[in-house]
């Protein structure tokens, strides 16, 4: 992994939780079969759900009301997402889904809850019954739609108090709610599990499906990444006590960071993965209960996954100009493939796509800028296709676009923010390859999408700017059999910062890591990420919901720990042996890279500067020059 990575594309997300399960309920399908994840709110959106039925009729005769809100929302351009909530397990979902589509005319996605998971966190007493979140993620405003009903069989000819449209203006405004809650009238909301009975027995139609689509389909399916499918009842009752085994063990979904209680919304990152309490007891049941299918009926719509561009057509297409052979055994491979950029102006980058060639060789992939043509003279004294070096890409970059890795999602930076892409730049795309017993070819490609606005334009507004600094420990000797290495290092900001991502990195040796920061104006130590059981093949980028502010002075620190016990089932050598500092896999690293933006830009560039003359010093203390990764020689 190499040092001078800038890393993938943030998302500068606000956005905090009504309540911890809330954020943690995501994706969750709709009607439709389409996913939303409910913890990302890069728009700084407000949420409004309404708990909806097919069969009440005040529920019912809110749907143009709630249609023609949806749309005045949107004609204003106003920050809002609305959702309908559906839970009623008795109707059949597709009966459901024809009402609301067909019938009512909703034009705004009705989320399938037919395992109660989110109206055991909104507590609904009655359909219909709203709850607008602020984009804090609070819950603002709950209640009525407006006072047209009076009480049950009492309507109003036309509504005098318009509760949820002024609760949005209120909060769109940066205005409290006058009115924060208010008693809905319409029909009871009757749930076995909104009402806490655990009676009925689980079934895979209306408990697990909803669990298994959303968390486990995106790469338990035909053609990814997953070993097997998990597509239809058949595959997942054959693996039941596997799921119970990995998801109680919080080994699936894969996701390192652990929550840290005590530190807030400073820990929390977007697009979470882990289960909630609920999802794993509900797993739990259904495989020592016998595994029942429940009336297929109940099933919720088959998620639909994105073919092609994820994010739309984009700005640029780029491809290795020809196939690389992988060879059939050996060590891992790093690549580095020399692609010309053919811009007419330097851009900001908001987003790259990632389409790796071939899944089965393709681990990772980091992205650098050349700006300067060394790459091509490192190609062109090698006869393959790219060149070979492991660590860093041979050269100084002049920046970075980013990367991807097997489970990451294109995502766009938020608020027309981008990285910096200066004209008649190559992009060198350094593609870690895994040999799989025969020869592979790839040829991957990038999409690349810019954000709309002139460079000089972005740039005299604050904050538009994205880039990253790192922190290294370059002390790395770790004796055979030893259980329990430890290793840290500490950086001091110079400037005021925006913290916006962050991404840990070890080799197999790797058990743990630790990144705080200690403000200083406050004896405070805030974790900002917390990996207590590392898992080499599932680095990720992590990105906060919530940015933070660290001002000029805060102290970040990286504290990580190492086995090379014969215990480490990820040790390489058997018996273990002495690993020191070096860019193999075999050979170990501590390192932990910060997505950073500022509200000055040259608070930004200096940071990014001061940190390099700092990573130097440490690099000269310890790493004889003969030694060093070509990339660290000067």
Not at 473 to 492: F, G, L
Request: proline share 8%; charged share 25%.
């Amino acid at each position: 992994m190499f040092r001078f990575w800038l890393m993938m594309p943030l998302l500068l997300v606000a956005g905090n939780s009504m309540a911890a399960e809330l954020v943690r309920l995501v994706p969750m399908l709709d009607l439709e079969g389409r996913t939303h994840a409910l913890q990302q709110n890069d728009r700084r959106a407000v949420r409004v759900f309404v708990v909806l039925s097919t069969e009440c009729p005040i529920s019912r005769s809110y749907s143009p009301e709630l249609a023609r809100l949806a749309t005045e929302f949107g004609r204003n351009k106003l920050p809002v997402e609305m959702f309908g909530v559906w839970s009623d397990s008795t109707v059949s979902p597709k009966n459901a889904e024809v009402s609301f589509r067909d019938e009512y005319k909703l034009p705004f996605p009705v989320l399938h809850d037919g395992a109660g998971l989110l109206a055991r966190v909104l507590r609904p007493t009655h359909v219909p019954e709203v709850f607008v979140l602020d984009v804090a993620g609070q819950i603002a405003y709950r209640g009525a739609i407006d006072n047209a009903w009076e009480g049950l069989g009492r309507r109003r000819p036309r509504a005098e108090k318009t509760f949820l449209a002024d609760a949005v203006r209120a909060i769109v405004d940066g205005s409290p709610v006058a009115v924060p809650q208010t008693k809905p009238v319409g029909c009871l909301f009757e749930d076995r599990l909104a009402n806490g009975s655990n009676n009925a027995a689980v079934t895979f139609s209306r408990d697990i499906a909803p669990i298994i689509f959303t968390r486990c389909m995106n790469c338990h399916r035909t053609g990814q990444i997953a070993p097997f499918p998990l597509t239809n009842f058949a595959e997942v009752a054959k693996h039941a006590e596997m799921i119970v085994e990995v998801t109680q063990r919080r080994l699936m979904p894969p996701w390192m960071p652990r929550a840290d209680p005590d530190a807030g919304d400073e820990s929390r990152f977007v697009a979470e993965r882990s289960l909630i309490d609920r999802e794993l007891q509900l797993l739990k049941e259904w495989a020592v209960s016998g595994r029942l299918e429940g009336d297929p009926a109940h099933l919720p719509p088959t998620p639909r996954f994105a073919e092609g561009w994820q994010l739309g057509e984009p700005d640029l297409v780029v491809k290795m100009s020809t196939p690389y052979t992988v060879r059939a055994e050996g060590a891992d491979l790093l690549q580095n493939f020399v692609i010309p950029i053919d811009i007419a102006e330097d851009k900001l980058v908001s987003a790259i796509e990632f389409h790796p060639g071939n899944k089965r060789v393709v681990h990772h992939a980091v992205l650098f800028l050349d700006d300067k043509g060394q790459a091509r003279k490192l190609d062109a004294a090698t006869p393959e296709p790219g060149y070979g070096n492991f660590g860093g890409p041979g050269f100084l970059p002049s920046g970075a676009l980013g990367g991807w890795s097997v489970g990451n999602t294109a995502r766009h930076l938020p608020n027309e923010m981008g990285r910096y892409l200066k004209k008649v730049s190559d992009l060198v795309v350094q593609v870690h390859y895994h040999p799989t017993g025969k020869e592979e070819v790839d040829q991957s490609e990038i999409g690349i999408y810019f954000v709309k606005k002139r460079v000089a334009d972005s740039l005299a507004q604050p904050g538009k700017l994205v880039g990253s600094i790192w922190m290294a420990n370059y002390e790395m000797d770790i004796p055979a059999e030893e259980k329990a290495y430890r290793r840290s290092t500490s950086y001091v900001l110079p400037r005021d910062v925006i913290l916006v991502g962050v991404v840990p990195h070890m080799h197999l040796l790797g058990k743990s890591m630790r990144v705080t920061a200690m403000l200083p104006a406050a004896p405070k130590s805030i974790t900002l990420i917390d990996v207590p059981a590392w898992n080499y093949n599932w680095q990720d980028e992590y990105y906060y919901e919530r940015s933070l502010k660290l001002p000029a002075g805060t102290r970040l620190t990286v504290e990580a720990i190492y086995d090379n016990s014969a215990e480490n089932p990820s040790n390489p050598s058997s018996p273990p042996k002495r690993v020191t500092w070096g860019d193999e896999t075999t050979d170990e690293m501590l390192f932990c890279f910060f997505l950073l933006a500022a509200d000055k830009t040259e608070d930004l560039i200096h940071t990014i500067f001061d940190n390099l003359g700092h990573d130097m010093k440490q690099s000269r203390n310890v790493i004889e020059p003969a030694s060093q990764p070509t990339s660290a020689k000067r």
